[in-house]
């Protein structure tokens, strides 16, 4: 079963991406141009990506000590991945770019991540190459962004460490000045880093030429104590190898060591890897780059904006990483939902019950044929292609972002900052939940490696964690997003869903009144959990709170994606319908319950001794 329908259909029939063409930005795009795209896309997942994705999984990367090697596929992926230019493809003409509108980016990434996320599509480099181009110096730019939009260079985020996970305020790494003249180097102020960085993916291979390391650091006060918490941290550019201002190596290695693998339940074809910067491997300019704490040594790193803002340049990438993985776990998703789809479709068991009984004589019907089996379908199409819609809704948003009126923008801003946390848990979570479906719905071949859902839920697993776990993505929405400017981005996203009632109040009436009171208790509940309360009082519970807010998002779209349809009588339409029907009668009631605990401030898991477990 082919994606591109669903994908055409969202595009243009839904969210109408042909109208980006007026925008100055995208005036030499059109519908051939976009589709252009998304056929070149298709093809190269579809010849480089899905033939390998077993391969990867069971070939896990090696190291010997020195390097790591990788199987030759992922090196072919890597290859016509970064050729087909999608690395740069909403960049400036100017830089490489195709000014490609994100929508339609995201759109066309869709299809790597359905047929190998393990073997991935360069989401950290463009990420990475990205926060450089808002954050970074004009030489920084020059240097490691355009390396890493042309493939030359890939690029990874160094976050936590073995010690600090989620908990950034407590990251060690070390940051000191690089000489007397540390501030005069061309590529930025330079220091010498030493730490460990845990968890790194991407962070060792030989598929590019270079890996440019985006690493939170703190540098040291006056008496050469680290500063507590978030506002000490600084970023810096930490390349594997150096490099010179023309761009090109100066043949020495940085010293950024690989310390060892971690071996994870999926993704397993992409390195995942702990990293110690610092610490001696590989020695670097030997003494001149004294550091002011006599150290002499260290990974030589460049500053990347000021001091101290480094936890704000990171959400640069941190938020476009967020989306990137909700993405992956909707095409995870979406694969698991086609799989089992198909093999419903072809399974012969059980007869159908009639006013007698079963009657053994008759011959068997294809699973698809049982009710049940056609819930657990219906479940996975629901949460799939409603995750997927959502998901490209807010990459609407981010060009709207990037290109609409100064009011329209400032809109935009505010939805991206309230849907960012929906978009990266709710796939993590229900897409998930569509891959133990679909293991279900293969009964015990599913537990096998002969079909491929296994793997798609080991790999889809990770994204429950990937860029931060549920919790911190739930405090991160009911502690500030639906907080932020008195409230305005939950204000704003519940005018568009009440637009979205409004206009499906002749076909989709009952669908409507129950969005208008999801809508209703989620206002609520969010009023109650701060009414007097303590930041822990009220967030005891934002877990339940994220996944009722999460479960009114998708009923929200699902009743635009449905009200959209009109008479069309085609049987995707008739799916699509059923899919929205299927979310308001079966998921969204689940909401009451989730808002109950948060609305009344229930103590019982808060309150509960370690010694009572």
């Known amino acids: 079963m082919s994606l591109r329908p669903t994908v055409d259909f969202l595009l ?3 969210l109408k991406v042909e109208s980006l063409q007026s925008r100055e930005r995208f005036a030499d795009h059109s519908r051939e141009t976009f589709d252009a795209v998304l056929d070149t896309c298709e093809r190269i997942a579809r ?3 899905a033939p390998f994705n077993r391969l990867v999984d069971t070939q896990e990367p090696h190291f010997d000590g020195e390097k790591v090697t990788l199987p030759q596929a992922t090196h072919e992926a890597y290859k016509a991945y970064a050729e087909s230019g999608m690395l740069s493809a909403a960049q400036d003409y100017e830089v490489g770019g195709m000014q490609l509108p994100y929508t339609v980016e995201a759109a066309a990434n869709a299809f790597f991540a359905m047929a190998s996320v393990s073997i991935g599509s360069g989401m950290l480099t463009s990420g990475n190459a990205n926060l450089l181009m808002v954050h970074g110096t004009e030489l920084q730019k020059q240097v490691f962004a355009l390396n890493e939009f042309s493939g030359r260079f890939s690029g990874t985020m160094c976050l936590s460490e073995p010690q600090a996970g989620s908990s950034l305020s407590d990251v060690m790494t070390r940051a000191t000045p690089d000489g007397a003249d540390f501030e005069a180097d061309a590529l930025g102020a330079r220091y010498r880093l030493k730490g460990n960085k845990m968890w790194i993916s991407s962070g060792e291979h030989e598929l590019s030429e270079n890996i440019i390391h985006l690493v939170l650091a703190k540098i040291p006060d006056s008496s050469g104590q680290l500063v507590p918490g978030v506002k000490g941290i600084s970023l810096f550019i930490v390349p594997k190898k150096l490099v010179g201002v023309d761009g090109q190596l100066t043949g020495e290695r940085n010293d950024v060591a690989l310390a060892g693998l971690n071996h994870k339940c999926g993704w397993r074809g992409t390195t995942n890897t702990l990293l110690n910067f610092g610490e001696g491997k590989y020695p670097v300019r030997g003494e001149a780059g004294a550091g002011l704490d006599g150290a002499g040594s260290g990974a030589v790193g460049y500053l990347v904006g000021k001091p101290g803002e480094g936890l704000r340049c990171m959400f640069h990438m941190m938020n476009e990483a967020r989306i990137g993985v909700g993405m992956a776990a909707t095409m995870l998703g979406m694969a698991g939902y086609y ?11 059980g007869r159908p019950s009639g006013a007698g009984g079963k009657d053994a004589s008759r011959p068997q019907v294809r699973i698809i044929e049982h009710a049940d089996i056609k819930r657990m379908l219906l479940a996975q199409k629901a949460y799939s292609e409603g995750a997927l819609a959502l998901a490209l809704y807010s ?7 990037h290109t609409g009126t100064a009011e329209d923008a400032d809109v935009a801003r505010l939805l991206l900052e309230v849907l960012t946390p929906i978009v990266k848990s709710f796939p993590s979570e229900w897409c998930l939940e569509a891959n133990s479906l679909a293991i279900q719905i293969h009964g015990g071949y599913g537990y096998t490696r002969d079909f491929p859902v296994e793997q798609y839920w080991r790999d889809n697993r990770l994204n429950m964690i990937h860029e931060g776990t549920h919790g911190i993505q739930a405090m991160d929405l009911l502690g500030r997003k639906v907080l932020m400017e008195n409230g305005r981005g939950l204000q704003l996203l519940a005018e568009r869903m009440l637009v979205t009632a409004a206009k499906a109040e002749s076909g989709w009436a009952p669908e409507a009144a129950a969005l208008r009171d999801a809508l209703k208790q989620i206002g609520q509940a969010t009023q109650q959990a701060w009414a007097g309360a303590e930041p822990a009082q009220a967030l005891a519970n934002a877990v ?15 009743l635009d994606v449905a009200s959209s349809l009109g008479d069309d009588p085609s049987p995707a339409a008739q799916g699509r319908r059923a899919a929205c029907r299927y979310f308001f009668r079966y998921e969204l009631p689940k909401i009451g319950a989730w808002l109950n605990v948060v609305s009344s401030r229930d103590p019982t898991c808060a309150e509960l001794p370690e010694e009572a477990f």
């Not at 799989?339 to 068991?349: C, E, G, H, I, M």
């Not at 990459?395 to 972002?401: C, K, N, S």
């Not at 994220?546 to 479960?551: E, R």
Request: aromatic fraction near 18%.
């Open 12 to 14: 243009h029939d839904w």
């Open 47 to 49: 010849e480089k990506y």
């Open 395 to 401: 990459a609407r948003l981010v060009d709207e972002q």
């Open 544 to 558: 339940p709170y994220l996944q009722a807010f999460g479960h009114t998002v998708i009923a929200w779209i699902w």
């Open 339 to 349: 799989a089992s789809l198909d093999y419903a479709k072809n399974r012969p068991q």
